[in-house]
């Protein structure tokens, strides 16, 4: 059994997609540094917390069966250090926790860690709206903001928000039965610094050199401008009723979303209004204090958690509900290339296994026509030598004469 556990459980929206790539892609280096980040494929971690949460994801829980148990034996399997990571396991329950904290061996000698990587709340705001419009959901900017704010509001919505984003909430359930010097907060930087910092954060938290992974990765959630953003918000409108999950998480999110508008946003970035951004600010401070009062270990810094004053400019163009339509229309003539591209793609795919079955059946129909004569030339042979075979042959040779004159 692993020695030590590093279990990773969010937030999301804090370079958790980057993390998890970059431990996936460097089994080796891991090791040679006595950890191990136990995945046979790249969402491994993720169906794991599915199961574990009893979370409904579109589908994907009737993968999920059995995959935290599966996860469990190949940590128990690991030597040394063995490391977790999912943004979903941040909304488990107690209840949950409590079953993944006796499934590692926290009560049998396991060291287990938890990890909340934590951003500041103004920038998670929108993009927990964004990541909502990616995942199928039809709601505006606006009333997404009315719903998290309503106190009395338990939609899903509404529930999903605060049980991933409030990092307080997240600490407590998962680290209120651990040390607070095994609760690490890593805060995620302010704009403008070097990328390489939030790497560097987790890495010491991993207790190795930033370099020990050699193979970095570029994949990343990366995010919308504002008329991106609408215009996936209105195609999911449109496609409600006509696509099945798994097609939009193939075509919607990845292929258009993930490959095409995210890389190559022209409008305005998504932020708040000032209003919701002083309420978000002021929220964010609290949680900062909340946290330094409770004594985590935090690796980077507090301050990072406080986004200052807000934005005044904000104007149309920035509100998602009213954006530029000349900007969406431009995104929709971006997002409609895209989706020809990898039409042709697919029917180039397409093509090519039509031309595959087609060389396949001529080989079989030429194996069975050389197969035939040799079985023919042999019955002959044996004919020559012996008088039963050559009385069967040319008694079925009369047969077959008979018939082609009827015919």
């Not at 969402?43 to 599966?70: C, I, K, N, P, S």
């Not at 998670?124 to 709601?139: I, L, T, Y």
């Not at 934005?311 to 920035?318: I, L, R």
């Not at 795919?349 to 079955?357: P, S």
């Amino acid at each position: 059994m692993a020695r030590t556990v590093l279990l990773h459980v969010g937030v999301p929206k804090t370079g958790t997609s980057y993390v998890q790539d970059r431990l996936f892609r460097n089994p080796e280096a891991l090791a040679a540094h006595g950890l191990a980040y136990p995945a046979d494929r790249h969402d491994a971690h993720f169906l794991a917390a599915v199961d574990l949460t009893g979370l409904r994801w579109g589908g994907l829980e009737t993968q999920a069966v059995g995959a935290w148990d599966r996860l469990v034996e190949q940590v128990r399997a690991a030597p040394g250090t063995a490391v977790i990571s999912h943004e979903v396991f941040g909304q488990a329950s107690r209840a949950d926790v409590a079953r993944a904290m006796e499934d590692l061996g926290a009560n049998a000698g396991v060291e287990v860690h938890v990890v909340v990587s934590a951003r500041d709340l103004v920038r998670q705001v929108p993009a927990e709206w964004q990541e909502n419009v990616k995942h199928r959901r039809r709601v505006g900017f606006e009333e997404f903001l009315a719903t998290i704010r309503d106190p009395d509001d338990t939609s899903i919505l509404s529930r999903w928000f605060w049980s991933v984003q409030d990092v307080p909430d997240v600490l407590d359930r998962w680290g209120g039965t651990l040390p607070r010097s095994h609760v690490h907060v890593v805060t995620v930087p302010q704009p403008g610094g070097s990328p390489e910092v939030l790497w560097e954060r987790f890495a010491q938290v991993l207790g190795i050199p930033p370099a020990a992974l050699p193979e970095s990765t570029d994949r990343a959630n990366a995010s919308l401008g504002v008329a991106e953003a609408e215009l996936v918000r209105r195609l999911n409108v449109q496609l409600r009723h006509v696509l099945p999950n798994e097609r939009y998480r193939e075509l919607v999110r990845e292929r258009l979303v993930h490959q095409g508008l995210a890389r190559e946003s022209r409008s305005p970035r998504l932020t708040l209004p000032p209003a919701q951004a002083a309420w978000a600010a002021d929220l964010g401070r609290e949680w900062a204090a909340t946290i330094a009062e409770k004594g985590y270990d935090v690796v980077g810094d507090l301050a990072d958690l406080d986004a200052g004053e807000p934005d005044v400019t904000w104007g149309p163009g920035q509100d998602p509900d009213h954006p530029d339509e000349a900007q969406v229309a431009d995104a929709g003539v971006h997002a409609l290339a895209a989706m020809v591209i990898e039409a042709a793609r697919l029917r180039d795919v397409e093509d090519g296994l039509h031309a595959m079955i087609e060389d396949r059946d001529r080989e079989i129909a030429d194996y069975h026509a050389t197969l035939g004569f040799r079985a023919r030339h042999g019955v002959v042979r044996v004919a020559e030598e012996n008088a039963a075979v050559r009385g069967v042959l040319n008694g079925w040779r009369r047969v077959r004469g008979a018939v082609r004159r009827g015919a």
